[in-house]
């Protein structure tokens, strides 16, 4: 492990970088001595994922600077980042699938010929001990098509190693390995970090945090906020640095809480592998009910179940008093369910086509000659775009513009407006505030608030915190599938979903 | 998940590609041109061929004769503008008018069926066709380009196993001649009047029903059509049988201008389309497909095979220009669509 009198093999500092108008990072800093290992933390949108791309070379940091052994460099590209002795490894590991082990590992690195071929079989005496020493099983000659996530794995640690990294970046590594192979991987790290290798480990899982790291470093709202040693590292101490000081709990949400509204949508054991493990809830109608817990915790996909976007493993659901099981979006849309996805542009919007199109999609039925005549009238297709961009204040000259020239809080109107006409029993709206501006956002509150008071039943996925005490009813705490904590009415609080987003079950 | 963070903090681009943005201004000037560069690009070939040669090329007769014989082209490009509308790529329909030319007037000499029938049946022939291409697409997951080569090819087998390779030429009736060579109608070539018929039923339903407007959504983004409920498999089944029933059209009435069922004569028209299909998207909007366009863009293949022919090119250049203009008409178009996306 590092002695603490070793110099720095890099130094982050002060680094900001702001996209569009948003600021990812505002102060970040981070140093990280030759072979320890270094913790990140961060709920979401803290920055984590903007500190590492500006380390890969693939976004160039605002202001600050960055030291490697003492000398400012300027990591311009992912090429100089490697040549720097920097590897990444990311959660979707990057893979040709037709290729060995041993040319996957050799991907990029300069390899040694004779009489200009490349010499295969010295290669593969090179890299064989580096393989078995990070735990790689497989033959160098197997094709890497069958080999499990771990073993992926161990083929990016392994490239790092070859192309002699003196740090390697892991994101989120245990996110798709099992207890077993998490703990082999533990021991490789351990083995990594004694043989002055260092790794920045960036993890939502406080417990592996907890136990690996050497140093753990803080980022909330894009600026560094703590540096804890090993010495004086307690759960307790990071979830506060990740929550922000503000621990007062009973913020005041709406008092309304339609207990004895009728159920409109039940779900029972709803289960999707690996993602979705077992929920069960109830909804009622003119009820906002929020989905909080970490980017990953399974919320999206089981919006996607309840809209019949994929299909349970097992499990049931009610609609309206009866079976509900929608194989297809269609059925969802034909029983009275809307959806808000999360990715606006791509799975939301028709970018090129104009707004009163894409306000107009889910309500052809209403903008036909007639019944039997399909043909459309041009004239209810604007007056329906008319009427819904002054109800939710979109702004744009003309209905006639295409949507993908609007700003983000308009494009996110529109796609909640598209339902408006239709008003369906049901909407889910997954991340409504994204990349939203203050006043839009407060506008989309508003409407989820004045649907449910409608009677529509609501559920709103966010991952950030702040937003559904104040929108919701009642909200449930996602993490790694399943549903740990409900809370309602004073229990909700910002720093009672982020507890119990990182699994804490309550009892 | 952190890596679907990264998306999320960055949903615009990486910093490379946001510096190499192009100014507004700059942007809509390009626009502009690659919106027009087609019509003017017709507008300018019409004047310069006048001027060169006003007494063959400029006549009321020459007009009506490109447009009659560019009839067969526009039919079948606006079938294809269906499927590409949609997101797909159809391959087979230059072989499937070869192979309806064939039955058509098989079924017409060989089996004694009366024209009519024997048209509706090729018509339903064609949209099964398209039926059997959209399955391949939607339900087996093959890619179109794939899908319709193969099927395309099996088009051609059975084109020849039919015929035997031979043309059937004798005892084509008279009354099946004039329907491409007839001018029933005001003295309109019957090709032209057919041709009007089908593009304005094409242009209402894309741009004016409420099917259209699932039409486009399903091209336009496949992800958010299906999560806005709309039935995309169907939709693209839709837009290959439409393609389909157009190329048995093009397939009979050039069967019956030529006056006999030929293999492969309709085989060149899959090339003419595509040039006019994307020569057209990037006509008037950024690089998407729409009817009209492809209208212009097969006015334009014409008018310069016409010009060509007027100035007794040689045959090469034929084929050069028709290269040519697909790639020119391909680069047009993607570069009005990476105008509109960025």
């Keep these: 492990m590092g002695a603490p009198a070793a110099p720095p093999f890099l130094v982050v500092r002060n680094i900001g970088k702001a996209f569009g108008g948003a600021r990812a990072l505002r102060d970040a800093s981070l140093d990280i001595i030759a072979g320890e290992v270094h913790g990140l933390v961060g709920a979401n949108g803290a920055g984590k994922s903007t500190m590492i791309r500006i380390l890969a070379g693939l976004n160039h940091p605002d202001q600050g600077s960055i030291e490697i052994d003492g000398q400012t460099v300027a990591v311009e590209t992912p090429h100089r980042a490697t040549a720097m002795g920097m590897s990444f490894i990311h959660q979707e590991l990057a893979f040709v699938p037709g290729m060995t082990v041993l040319q996957n590992i050799m991907l990029g690195v300069p390899k040694r010929s004779r009489f200009g071929l490349t010499d295969w079989a010295a290669i593969a005496r090179d890299v064989e001990p580096i393989a078995r020493r990070v735990g790689i099983t497989a033959s160098l000659n197997a094709n890497v098509k069958g080999l499990s996530t771990a073993e992926n794995w161990l083929i990016n640690i392994c490239r790092a190693l070859v192309r002699k990294s003196r740090l390697i970046v892991m994101d989120e590594p245990t996110a798709s390995l099992s207890a077993a192979e998490a703990e082999k991987l533990f021991t490789i790290i351990a083995d990594l970090s004694a043989s002055g290798v260092a790794v920045l480990y960036v993890s939502h899982r406080l417990d592996e945090i907890l136990k690996l790291c050497d140093r753990v470093s803080v980022l909330r709202d894009g600026s560094s906020v703590a540096e804890f040693t090993r010495a004086g590292l307690t759960r307790r101490a990071l979830v506060e640095a990740i929550v922000g000081g503000d621990t007062a709990s009973g913020d005041s949400g709406p008092d309304y809480v339609p207990q004895n509204h009728e159920v409109v949508l039940r779900v029972r054991n709803l289960t999707r592998l690996p993602k979705v493990r077992g929920v069960s809830f109830e909804l009622r109608q003119g009820e906002v009910l929020g989905i909080g817990g970490l980017v990953g915790a399974g919320r999206s996909e089981l919006a996607r179940l309840i809209y019949g976007a994929d299909r349970p493993d097992s499990g049931s659901m009610t609609f309206r008093g009866k079976a509900y099981a929608p194989k297809t979006p269609q059925a969802a849309v034909a029983a009275g369910i809307g959806l808000v996805p999360e990715e606006r542009r791509t799975e939301g919007l028709f970018l090129t086509k104009s707004v009163a199109f894409n306000l107009g999609l889910v309500n052809l039925d209403k903008l036909v000659l007639g019944r039997r005549v399909p043909l459309l009238s041009r004239k209810a297709q604007s007056s329906l775009a008319r009427e819904t961009m002054k109800l939710l204040s979109i702004k744009t000259a003309s209905a006639d513009n295409p949507v993908g020239r609007l700003s983000g809080g308009n494009q996110q109107k529109v796609v909640i407006g598209r339902w408006l006409q239709r008003a369906p029993h049901m909407l889910i709206l997954d991340e409504p505030t994204r990349g939203v501006d203050i006043g839009a956002r407060a506008e989309i509150h508003r409407q989820i608030r004045d649907l449910a008071a409608a009677g529509m039943a609501v559920l709103v996925i966010s991952s950030e915190p702040d937003e559904l005490p104040d929108l919701c009813d009642r909200v449930l705490v996602m993490a790694e599938g399943v549903v740990v904590r409900e809370m309602s009415g004073a229990s909700m609080s910002r720093s009672a979903i982020v507890e119990a987003s990182y699994g804490e079950r309550s009892h | 998940m952190a890596s679907e963070a990264i998306d999320r903090e960055d949903d615009q681009m990486s910093d490379a590609t946001y510096n190499r943005r192009l100014t507004p201004r700059a942007k809509a000037g390009l626009g502009l041109f690659a919106r027009y560069a ?39 490009a606006g079938g294809l503008t269906l499927a590409v509308v949609v997101g797909e790529l159809d391959l087979s329909i230059g072989f499937a008018a070869s192979l309806h030319g064939i039955l058509v007037t098989g079924f017409i000499v060989h089996d004694k069926l009366p024209i009519p029938l024997a048209i509706a049946i090729v018509l339903a022939l064609g949209a099964l066709i398209g039926l059997v291409n959209g399955f391949i697409v939607t339900k087996m997951k093959v890619n179109s380009v794939i899908a319709t080569l193969g099927v395309g090819t099996i088009i051609t087998g059975i084109a020849f196993a039919y015929s035997a390779g031979v043309p059937i030429v004798a005892g084509v009736p008279e009354a ?56 995309v498999d169907r939709i693209k089944t839709l837009g290959f049988v439409i393609s389909g029933m157009c190329a048995a059209l093009t397939g009979m009435l050039l069967a019956s201008r030529l006056g006999s069922g030929t293999t492969s004569a309709a085989d060149s028209y899959l090339l003419t389309a595509f040039a006019a299909v994307f020569l057209g998207s990037a006509t008037l909007r950024d690089g998407e497909f729409h009817v009209l366009g492809t209208l212009v863009g097969a006015l334009i293949i014409a008018f310069g095979f016409n010009g060509l022919n007027i100035f007794g090119a040689p045959t090469f250049s034929q084929y050069v220009f028709q290269g040519a203009i697909l790639i020119i008409a391909v680069g047009l178009s993607s570069l009005g669509r990476s105008l509109a996306e960025s």
């Design chain 2, 38 to 76: 087609t019509i003017l690009g017709l507008l300018a070939m019409i004047i310069a061929f006048s001027i060169l040669s006003p007494k063959a090329f400029s006549t009321l007769g020459n007009f009506t004769n490109v447009l009659n014989q560019a009839s067969l082209a526009m039919i079948i």
């Design chain 2, 176 to 231: 099946f001649l004039q329907l491409s060579l007839g001018r029933w109608l005001f003295g309109i070539p019957n090709n032209i009047v057919v041709m009007v018929l089908v593009l304005g039923i094409l242009w209402v339903l894309v741009e004016r029903t409420s099917i259209g407007q699932e039409i486009q959504a399903v091209g336009g983004n496949p992800a958010a059509a299906r999560l806005a409920g709309i039935n």
